[in-house]
């Protein structure tokens, strides 16, 4: 009888040694487990920062890699500039507008655009039914000497006008095949503006100017990009009196 107790005492003692056992095993499996989610969750979110500053510095690094428009000064650049820029603007997309319009979805025409807002010409430009129009890109107006810009700003219906004027000739939509048997045309101001073709380069107002992309259509004009905003002779001397030049 004593012999079966102590029998039973061992077996009783040794079953719970086994599941204390078990129990602190599984206790250790979890917290194996759970130590390994846990490194896995913080190498999940350290990746996922490393990718979102990854691509932070990536478009941070392509908006400080542009160029400015006004920096876009060769032919080369420009067409490239024009192309990648809003369907609207490049040299294909311009052809559906009329000529202010069209411009002012080009990327390399922006100061244009903003004079010719400015002096109120919007409409008197897309209005016209046939123009030929040299057109002064943004790195054309940064070689402007500032104290000219501004006072053409500031007389909005005269200088201004006078200024644009001298770039636009009305009543024909000119080729630059058109522009190699000439030697002056007619201005919107009734000014007359020099140019001079020799073989595929052409020059405007004795050389001050320079086309760079020629014979691009709008609906009711055809443009040439140009490297030197040009000042009619009387105006220019006006304004050099004026700046003090």
Same mark, same amino acid.
């Not at 996922?48 to 510095?57: E, K, L, P, R, W």
């Not at 392509?62 to 032919?75: P, Q």
């Not at 030929?132 to 402007?144: K, L, S």
């Not at 609906?219 to 003090?244: F, H, R």
């Given at each position: 009888?004593?012999?079966?107790?102590?029998?039973?005492?061992?077996?009783?003692?040794?079953?719970?040694? /086994?599941?204390?056992?078990?129990?602190? +095993?599984?206790? #250790? &499996?979890?917290? %194996? =487990?759970? $130590?390994? *989610?846990?490194?896995?969750?913080?190498?999940?979110?350290?990746?996922?920062?490393?990718?979102?500053?990854?691509?932070?510095?990536?478009?941070?690094?392509?908006?400080?890699?542009?160029?400015?428009?006004?920096?876009?000064?060769?032919?080369?650049?420009?067409?490239?500039?024009?192309?990648?820029? /809003?369907?609207?603007?490049?040299?294909? +997309?311009?052809? #559906? &507008?009329?000529? %202010? =319009?069209? $411009?002012? *979805?080009?990327?390399?025409?922006?100061?244009?655009?903003?004079?010719?807002?400015?002096?109120?010409?919007?409409?008197?430009?897309?209005?016209?039914?046939?123009?030929?129009?040299?057109?002064?890109?943004?790195?054309?107006?940064?070689?402007?000497?500032?104290?000219?810009?501004?006072?053409?700003?500031?007389?909005?219906?005269?200088?201004?006008?006078?200024?644009?004027?001298?770039?636009?000739?009305?009543?024909?939509?000119?080729?630059?095949?058109?522009?190699?048997?000439?030697?002056?045309?007619?201005?919107?101001?009734?000014?007359?503006?020099?140019?001079?073709?020799?073989?595929?380069?052409?020059?405007?107002?004795?050389?001050?100017?320079?086309?760079?992309?020629?014979?691009?259509?709008?609906?009711?004009?055809?443009?040439?990009?140009?490297?030197?905003?040009?000042?009619?002779?009387?105006?220019?001397?006006?304004?050099?009196?004026?700046?003090?030049?």
């Amino acid at each position: 009888m004593q012999r079966n107790l102590k029998w039973k005492g061992a077996v009783g003692l040794f079953l719970a040694l /086994s599941l204390t056992a078990a129990a602190c +095993g599984g206790d #250790d &499996d979890d917290e %194996a =487990t759970d $130590a390994g *989610n846990d490194t896995a969750t913080t190498e999940e979110s350290s990746s996922d920062t490393t990718m979102a500053t990854d691509d932070t510095a990536t478009d941070s690094g392509s908006a400080s890699g542009a160029a400015s428009s006004a920096e876009i000064c060769d032919t080369d650049a420009i067409v490239e500039a024009v192309e990648g820029g /809003s369907e609207a603007g490049t040299l294909a +997309g311009m052809t #559906d &507008d009329p000529v %202010a =319009t069209a $411009a002012s *979805n080009n990327p390399v025409l922006t100061t244009l655009t903003a004079a010719v807002t400015e002096a109120n010409l919007v409409d008197t430009l897309n209005s016209a039914p046939a123009l030929t129009v040299f057109a002064p890109t943004d790195c054309a107006f940064a070689g402007v000497d500032p104290a000219t810009l501004d006072a053409a700003m500031a007389d909005p219906t005269g200088l201004l006008t006078n200024v644009l004027g001298f770039h636009v000739i009305p009543g024909e939509q000119l080729s630059s095949e058109d522009l190699a048997g000439m030697d002056s045309l007619e201005t919107f101001t009734g000014a007359t503006l020099p140019i001079e073709v020799d073989g595929d380069t052409i020059t405007l107002n004795d050389g001050a100017a320079t086309v760079l992309v020629p014979d691009i259509q709008t609906a009711n004009a055809t443009v040439y990009l140009i490297d030197e905003v040009m000042l009619p002779a009387d105006d220019a001397a006006a304004t050099a009196t004026t700046s003090g030049m």
